[in-house]
């Protein structure tokens, strides 16, 4: 009888070991196209109850000095930031410091009463309505590479907001000014900057020795990778003088985030309260949950729940997701800005996920079962506040959704009634439930963006010369100028020449590049005043015809 369970169990063993072999030559194969001599690349590490179970360097951390990167390279993590600084929120909040139910103005008096408290939780899910700061510099015509800003810089642009994007609390908009104001809370509140308050209750306790946020441009980080971008067939770099921190600017490695993995899933008993405080998603105002937690993204993908978030930066992207049923999670962290990690974590996870020894049932309906006229869907809709085009069609039966810049259309599959998502990408969904405030809204991996239907204008049935002229507005202190040039509408302002628009709705323009300008008529049908938007996160800037 021994033998026989020796056997078993030498038989189970040998399966496993073949089993994560072969997921290993799998995955080598997904990252071989990476592999590229004298080039940036990227660090992975897969983690499972606990463990890195894959890792692997890709690339250099430095052409120059012909340093490869490793799982001990120190990345720009960007936005996966953000789950860090709700975490110094969670250590505030624990010490009865303050509460997630707190006016911020009671710590940030310079920002307007806009009659409706904005509350800390607010700036923590994104429901804060607070616009986004980097498309509102980049309205200004702000240059990234000659102009400085900080913390306070962002403070000083929130304080001059005439309004909000939205009510605080109705919906989620994401803009990174919500974690840049909780930083400036948080450094008040504790009399400590940002990087030694996580340091000392957040990185030393959980010995992620090589992790911290960059709060100085005097700050030397050794051991970082430096980012890169492909212009012309040769690799640059750029030198920033920001020292804008909270909402990203924050480093770390791969062998560090594992061990912060372990907090995410829950295994981490001493941050157990943490785990959970991070993954609490509140209620909108029309009763639905969130799918922005506090610093992460918390979403379904083929039956699991998944915890995440994704950064994005000059010369570099990452990804960080986990499973948290499955004890499993993934970190990809590059320093070349056109290596896109999520959809690579989504096939490594499909890796997994496909092993029919841990699958869990999918309960997706075939569409003969749910929304049956798909008629009701097809349309032509536009992103609200943003020019962004959005086309729904039916062809051969199955209906498809297509971008204004996309060649061909993508497959729905619905599993909810008014919900579908790609035939090719669980991770993006489209719920058709109506409101007065929108008709469409698409979740990339949790991250909302609204849109209203409507019917586009064709350009040759616009008065291009109604709209020429100068525009100023006061909030930005800044004058757009359009003019008519090749009878099409064209825009010029500070740092930004010759930009040629296309017509959206009546009376609208916009850039191709999520940005709307919206003319505004009197009594007597002149063009006063024209209305910005932009990204899906500004609203409503006013600039008057002068």
Known sequence: MIRVVL?????????????????????????????????????????????????????????????????????????????????????????????????????????????????????????????????????????????????????QLATKQRGLNNKPGEKVLYSNTNYNLLTTIIERVSGKNLNEFATEKLFKPLQMNSSCFKVSNKQIIKNKAIEY?????????????????????????????????????????????????????EKLENREKAKYARGVMVDNYKGYQTISHSGYSWGGQAQLITLPEKNLGIIILTNLESINPTPISYQILDLFLNDTTIKKPIKVKKNKDLNKNLNEFIGQFKEINSDMKMEIFIENDTLKSKGSQAKKGVSLLSFEKNKFQRINNESVKYDFTKSKEQDLIIYFGGTPFYFKKTQFVKSENVKIDEFVGNYFSEELNTTYIFFK??????????????????????????????????????????????????????????????
């Open 7 to 155: 056997l078993l169990f030498s038989f189970l063993a040998f399966y496993l070991v073949q089993g994560q072999e072969n997921k290993t030559e799998k995955i080598d194969a997904l990252l071989q196209s990476f592999e590229k001599p004298n080039s940036p690349g990227l660090s992975i590490g897969i983690v499972q109850n606990g463990k890195i179970v894959y890792s692997k360097g890709i690339g250099l951390a430095s052409i120059k000095n012909n340093i490869s990167n490793n799982t001990k390279t120190i990345f720009s993590i960007a936005s996966i930031a953000k789950q860090f600084t709700a975490s110094c929120i969670w250590v505030l909040a624990q010490e009865k410091k303050l509460s997630l139910e707190d006016d911020i103005r009671k710590y940030l008096p310079e920002i307007a009463n806009y009659g409706t408290p904005i509350k800390i939780k607010h700036l923590l899910n994104h429901t804060s309505g607070i616009r986004n700061y980097h498309a509102i510099m980049d309205l200004q015509g702000f240059d990234y590479d000659l102009e400085y800003y900080n913390n306070e810089t962002v403070l």
């Open 229 to 281: 971008q492909l212009s012309n067939g040769e690799y640059i770099t750029n030198t920033s003088t920001q020292e804008s921190y909270g909402a990203g600017s924050m480093a770390s490695t791969v062998e560090d985030l594992a061990k912060w993995i372990s907090v995410l899933n829950g295994i981490n008993s001493e941050f157990k309260s943490l785990s959970n405080f991070l993954i609490q998603c």
């Open 485 to 546: 040039k090749d009878n099409k509408l064209y825009l010029t302002y500070k740092n930004h020449e010759n930009i040629a628009l296309s017509t959206v709705e009546i009376d609208e323009f916009g850039n191709n590049a999520r940005t709307s300008y919206q003319f505004i008529r009197n009594g007597n049908n002149q063009i006063i005043s024209m209305k910005l938007s932009s990204e899906g996160t500004v609203k409503d800037i006013r600039f008057i015809k002068q």
